[in-house]
């Protein structure tokens, strides 16, 4: 009696032995499949985590080309156009030409507040063009041009498009060259938080016992203390002859010191349940290090996860500059970034007179933050395809 029959229809019955996939996902083409293979597979259908990503490539791809991009220079001002307001772009003037323009300004006189204020004039036309030449910057640091994305054919006429500060220099600008310190101080604080949680956390889960205990022990101890205080004071102590760049480097590296403690815990748990399964004792008979076990075996199948958690925790560290920074003890000027921008808005002068300067930072606050707390969750739920 053969068992070939038996077998085709207890196949037929039950399906090919695969491990149990989440709902939605095709068993046939995905038994084969690599982990990360189904990972992105599942990550594709987050309809939400993907634009959010999207977003996110946009905001680094605006702070990397930020001098191209801007119209201007961050730190250039015209006192002329003090809290000028936002401009529109239109297409057509009034004679029925098709010109990229912007409306000009006429000053009127308040005489109530005794100070004079300025009034979009759609009478005044601004010619506006694309890479137009501008003021002159230095590239990446590489080589010296004078090409803008967009600005006005002549130089000497007013743009905002964004509205203009205290000090008439233009929003759009300062928030274009702000998003690359505020998105990239948040990496850099991540990838810091990074190393210690992981290399912390992967040695108090696989030797246990005192180190373990000291390790979670100095966890607590960090975790007990208060956040804001703690960066008020760090942030504090920065000498003020310090200059803008090595102030940037240590507000990242205070930003940092208290974020890396719940990935140590996350990684501690997952390095418990993973210490003793099969493939980590196969390693440890083939003469595998204690080294190599950790960061050759075990680590690379917590690799989807710790990104997913390494994704949430970017948003706090933006938050945590923006706040640092608007209550005046983290980057200051010539330093620009979102926090520093809004400081402009602390008083009520500021919000009333030109409530642009605290609506387009804090937009781009939410903005990010929204975006990679959406992008981190899409990336959660596809860490673990076999998940039912």
Known sequence: MTLTPILDAKLAEDGPAISGLKPGMDPISDAAAGQWTLIWRKFLKQKVALFCG???LVLYLIGAFAEFLAPGLPDTSRAQYTYAPPQSIGLFTPDGQFQFHVKGYTVEIDKAALRRTFVVDDSVIVPVGLFVEGPAYKFWGLFETNRHLIGALDPTQPMYLLGADRLGRDLLSRLIYGTRISMS????GVC?????????GSISGYFGGWVDTVIQRIIE???AMPTIPLWLGLAAAIPLTWSPLNVYFVITIIVSLLGWTGLAR????RFFSLRNEDFVTAAKLDGSSERRVIFRHILPSLTSHILAVVTLAVPSMIIAETSLSFLGVGLKAPVVSWGVLLQDAQNIRSISTAPWLLIW????????VLSFNFFGDGLRDAADPYET
């Open 185 to 188: 101080i948040g990496l850099i």
């Open 54 to 56: 999207g977003v996110i």
């Open 192 to 200: 810091m938080s990074l190393v210690l949680g992981v290399v912390l």
């Open 266 to 269: 996350e990684v501690r748990g």
């Open 221 to 223: 101890v960090v975790s």
């Open 361 to 368: 930072p804090s937009l781009a606050v939410v903005i990010a």
